[in-house]
Protein backbone atom coordinates (compact mmCIF):
# COMPACT_ATOMS: atom_id res chain seq x y z
CA UNK A 1 0.00 0.00 0.00
CA UNK A 2 1.40 3.49 -0.96
CA UNK A 3 1.78 5.47 2.21
CA UNK A 4 1.97 9.02 3.47
CA UNK A 5 3.43 9.09 6.83
CA UNK A 6 3.12 12.68 9.35
CA UNK A 7 5.02 12.29 12.39
CA UNK A 8 2.70 13.55 14.50
CA UNK A 9 -0.75 13.76 14.92
CA UNK A 10 -1.57 15.87 17.65
CA UNK A 11 1.12 18.63 19.00
CA UNK A 12 0.47 21.35 21.10
CA UNK A 13 2.63 24.24 21.29
CA UNK A 14 3.64 27.82 22.85
CA UNK A 15 3.84 30.99 21.28
CA UNK A 16 7.21 31.54 19.59
CA UNK A 17 8.39 27.86 19.84
CA UNK A 18 9.98 26.41 16.61
CA UNK A 19 7.87 23.94 15.16
CA UNK A 20 8.80 21.03 13.20
CA UNK A 21 6.37 18.98 11.32
CA UNK A 22 7.37 15.96 9.64
CA UNK A 23 5.96 14.05 6.52
CA UNK A 24 7.41 10.60 5.19
CA UNK A 25 6.21 9.28 1.70
CA UNK A 26 7.42 5.91 0.02
CA UNK A 27 6.13 6.15 -3.16
CA UNK A 28 9.29 8.10 -4.71
CA UNK A 29 6.93 10.48 -5.36
CA UNK A 30 8.77 13.84 -7.03
CA UNK A 31 5.97 16.18 -5.50
CA UNK A 32 5.23 16.84 -2.36
CA UNK A 33 3.05 19.33 -0.63
CA UNK A 34 2.14 20.94 2.48
CA UNK A 35 -2.04 22.76 2.85
CA UNK A 36 -2.82 23.86 5.93
CA UNK A 37 -7.16 23.12 6.72
CA UNK A 38 -9.07 25.40 8.69
CA UNK A 39 -13.13 25.14 8.63
CA UNK A 40 -15.14 26.94 5.96
CA UNK A 41 -11.76 27.76 4.68
CA UNK A 42 -10.79 23.92 2.82
CA UNK A 43 -7.28 23.36 2.05
CA UNK A 44 -5.11 25.80 1.10
CA UNK A 45 -1.69 25.18 -0.14
CA UNK A 46 1.38 26.82 1.85
CA UNK A 47 4.43 25.41 0.28
CA UNK A 48 5.45 22.50 -2.48
CA UNK A 49 8.28 20.91 -3.46
CA UNK A 50 9.23 19.33 -7.22
CA UNK A 51 12.45 17.59 -6.17
CA UNK A 52 15.13 17.33 -3.72
CA UNK A 53 16.03 20.86 -2.21
CA UNK A 54 12.95 22.65 -4.66
CA UNK A 55 10.33 24.84 -3.08
CA UNK A 56 8.00 26.61 -4.62
CA UNK A 57 5.33 28.91 -1.85
CA UNK A 58 2.01 27.76 -2.40
CA UNK A 59 -0.75 30.50 -1.85
CA UNK A 60 -0.15 30.84 1.65
CA UNK A 61 3.62 31.14 2.72
CA UNK A 62 3.92 33.53 5.30
CA UNK A 63 5.20 32.13 8.64
CA UNK A 64 6.50 28.94 7.70
CA UNK A 65 9.45 27.41 5.83
CA UNK A 66 10.40 23.93 4.19
CA UNK A 67 13.08 21.38 3.96
CA UNK A 68 13.50 18.57 1.78
CA UNK A 69 16.94 17.23 1.86
CA UNK A 70 16.02 13.78 1.00
CA UNK A 71 13.07 12.94 -1.53
CA UNK A 72 10.95 11.12 0.54
CA UNK A 73 10.61 13.35 3.09
CA UNK A 74 9.13 16.96 3.34
CA UNK A 75 9.71 19.37 6.51
CA UNK A 76 7.39 22.03 7.36
CA UNK A 77 8.87 24.54 9.86
CA UNK A 78 7.18 27.15 12.52
CA UNK A 79 9.74 29.07 12.96
CA UNK A 80 8.07 31.47 15.79
CA UNK A 81 4.47 29.87 16.43
CA UNK A 82 1.50 31.79 16.68
CA UNK A 83 -1.85 31.18 17.76
CA UNK A 84 -3.43 31.85 14.65
CA UNK A 85 -1.21 29.02 13.12
CA UNK A 86 -3.46 26.69 15.29
CA UNK A 87 -5.18 24.41 12.22
CA UNK A 88 -4.76 20.61 10.43
CA UNK A 89 -1.80 20.38 8.52
CA UNK A 90 -1.98 17.97 5.58
CA UNK A 91 1.03 16.53 3.85
CA UNK A 92 0.34 15.03 0.70
CA UNK A 93 2.83 13.36 -2.69
CA UNK A 94 2.17 12.72 -6.12
CA UNK A 95 4.28 11.59 -9.25
CA UNK A 96 5.49 14.31 -11.55
CA UNK A 97 5.26 15.31 -15.03
CA UNK A 98 1.67 16.35 -16.53
CA UNK A 99 -0.06 15.65 -13.45
CA UNK A 100 -3.48 13.90 -14.09
CA UNK A 101 -2.82 11.48 -11.17
CA UNK A 102 -4.15 12.05 -7.24
CA UNK A 103 -2.76 13.27 -4.55
CA UNK A 104 -2.20 10.67 -1.42
CA UNK A 105 -2.90 12.45 1.75
CA UNK A 106 -0.77 11.57 5.19
CA UNK A 107 -3.13 11.78 8.18
CA UNK A 108 -3.09 15.08 9.26
CA UNK A 109 -1.34 16.41 12.11
CA UNK A 110 -3.37 18.80 14.28
CA UNK A 111 -1.30 21.41 15.77
CA UNK A 112 -2.56 23.83 18.18
CA UNK A 113 -0.75 26.97 19.58
CA UNK A 114 -1.48 28.20 22.60
CA UNK B 1 -5.89 31.60 -11.42
CA UNK B 2 -8.01 28.93 -11.13
CA UNK B 3 -11.23 28.55 -8.35
CA UNK B 4 -13.39 26.38 -6.84
CA UNK B 5 -16.83 27.19 -5.65
CA UNK B 6 -18.82 24.49 -3.24
CA UNK B 7 -22.25 26.51 -2.44
CA UNK B 8 -23.32 23.68 0.14
CA UNK B 9 -22.11 23.89 3.41
CA UNK B 10 -23.83 21.15 4.29
CA UNK B 11 -26.35 18.58 3.12
CA UNK B 12 -28.85 15.87 4.60
CA UNK B 13 -29.56 12.67 3.03
CA UNK B 14 -31.80 9.32 3.65
CA UNK B 15 -29.78 6.28 3.76
CA UNK B 16 -30.21 4.33 0.44
CA UNK B 17 -31.20 7.67 -1.30
CA UNK B 18 -28.87 9.85 -4.05
CA UNK B 19 -27.34 12.83 -3.34
CA UNK B 20 -26.07 15.43 -5.58
CA UNK B 21 -22.87 17.65 -4.24
CA UNK B 22 -22.16 20.79 -6.03
CA UNK B 23 -19.22 21.87 -7.50
CA UNK B 24 -18.07 24.85 -9.93
CA UNK B 25 -14.92 25.88 -11.45
CA UNK B 26 -13.16 28.38 -13.11
CA UNK B 27 -10.42 28.54 -15.19
CA UNK B 28 -8.91 30.04 -18.17
CA UNK B 29 -6.52 26.88 -18.50
CA UNK B 30 -7.64 25.08 -21.70
CA UNK B 31 -6.92 21.69 -20.34
CA UNK B 32 -7.65 20.98 -16.81
CA UNK B 33 -8.61 18.11 -14.37
CA UNK B 34 -11.33 17.50 -11.51
CA UNK B 35 -11.33 15.93 -8.27
CA UNK B 36 -13.39 14.58 -5.74
CA UNK B 37 -11.86 14.15 -2.74
CA UNK B 38 -13.55 12.19 1.08
CA UNK B 39 -12.68 13.70 4.59
CA UNK B 40 -14.15 11.74 7.16
CA UNK B 41 -14.06 12.70 10.25
CA UNK B 42 -11.02 10.51 11.48
CA UNK B 43 -9.09 13.21 9.10
CA UNK B 44 -7.84 11.14 5.96
CA UNK B 45 -8.45 12.33 2.73
CA UNK B 46 -9.82 9.76 0.25
CA UNK B 47 -9.57 9.83 -3.44
CA UNK B 48 -13.10 9.19 -4.98
CA UNK B 49 -13.08 10.40 -8.47
CA UNK B 50 -11.16 12.02 -11.68
CA UNK B 51 -12.52 14.05 -14.80
CA UNK B 52 -10.48 15.10 -17.35
CA UNK B 53 -11.58 18.08 -19.29
CA UNK B 54 -11.38 16.10 -22.30
CA UNK B 55 -13.00 13.30 -21.28
CA UNK B 56 -16.07 12.66 -23.70
CA UNK B 57 -17.93 11.04 -21.01
CA UNK B 58 -18.38 11.31 -17.71
CA UNK B 59 -16.80 9.47 -15.01
CA UNK B 60 -18.05 6.77 -12.90
CA UNK B 61 -16.76 4.96 -9.93
CA UNK B 62 -18.70 2.46 -7.95
CA UNK B 63 -21.61 4.37 -6.87
CA UNK B 64 -19.61 7.65 -7.18
CA UNK B 65 -20.60 9.79 -10.51
CA UNK B 66 -19.07 13.28 -11.65
CA UNK B 67 -21.77 14.92 -13.64
CA UNK B 68 -19.79 17.07 -15.86
CA UNK B 69 -21.44 20.11 -17.82
CA UNK B 70 -18.25 21.81 -19.45
CA UNK B 71 -20.26 24.55 -20.77
CA UNK B 72 -21.74 25.47 -17.04
CA UNK B 73 -17.97 24.91 -15.96
CA UNK B 74 -19.95 22.40 -13.15
CA UNK B 75 -18.56 18.96 -11.79
CA UNK B 76 -21.33 17.95 -9.29
CA UNK B 77 -20.66 14.54 -7.59
CA UNK B 78 -23.39 12.42 -7.65
CA UNK B 79 -23.41 9.56 -5.04
CA UNK B 80 -26.29 7.09 -5.14
CA UNK B 81 -27.95 4.57 -2.43
CA UNK B 82 -26.45 6.50 0.19
CA UNK B 83 -25.05 4.20 3.24
CA UNK B 84 -23.89 5.80 6.98
CA UNK B 85 -20.44 5.25 6.12
CA UNK B 86 -20.37 8.32 3.14
CA UNK B 87 -21.13 10.60 6.22
CA UNK B 88 -18.14 13.45 5.29
CA UNK B 89 -16.76 16.25 4.26
CA UNK B 90 -16.44 15.85 0.62
CA UNK B 91 -13.92 18.37 -1.49
CA UNK B 92 -14.07 19.51 -4.93
CA UNK B 93 -10.60 20.17 -6.39
CA UNK B 94 -8.85 21.40 -9.48
CA UNK B 95 -5.68 21.32 -11.10
CA UNK B 96 -3.91 24.43 -10.73
CA UNK B 97 -0.78 26.12 -11.58
CA UNK B 98 1.79 27.27 -8.70
CA UNK B 99 3.22 30.80 -9.00
CA UNK B 100 6.17 28.77 -10.75
CA UNK B 101 4.39 27.05 -13.69
CA UNK B 102 4.17 23.46 -11.80
CA UNK B 103 1.18 22.19 -11.16
CA UNK B 104 -1.15 21.98 -7.47
CA UNK B 105 -4.33 21.24 -6.40
CA UNK B 106 -6.69 23.76 -5.90
CA UNK B 107 -9.57 22.72 -3.19
CA UNK B 108 -13.16 24.03 -2.80
CA UNK B 109 -14.37 24.91 0.99
CA UNK B 110 -15.95 21.53 1.12
CA UNK B 111 -19.47 20.50 2.17
CA UNK B 112 -20.46 18.24 4.92
CA UNK B 113 -22.74 15.47 3.96
CA UNK B 114 -24.55 13.47 6.55
CA UNK B 115 -26.38 10.56 5.94
CA UNK B 116 -29.96 9.99 8.09
CA UNK B 117 -30.85 6.36 9.43
Known amino acids: DVKVTQSSRYLVKRTGEKVFLECVQDMDHENMFWYRQDPGLGLRLIYF???????EKGDIPEGYSVSREKKERFSLILESASTNQTSMYLCASSTGGAYTGELFFGEGSRLTVL | AQKITQTQPGMFVQEKEAVTLDCTYDTSDPSYGLFWYKQPSSGEMIFLIYQGSYDQQNATEGRYSLNFQKARKSANLVISASQLGDSAMYFCAMRGSTQGGSEKLVFGKGTKLTVNP
Open chain 1, 49 to 55: SYDVKMK
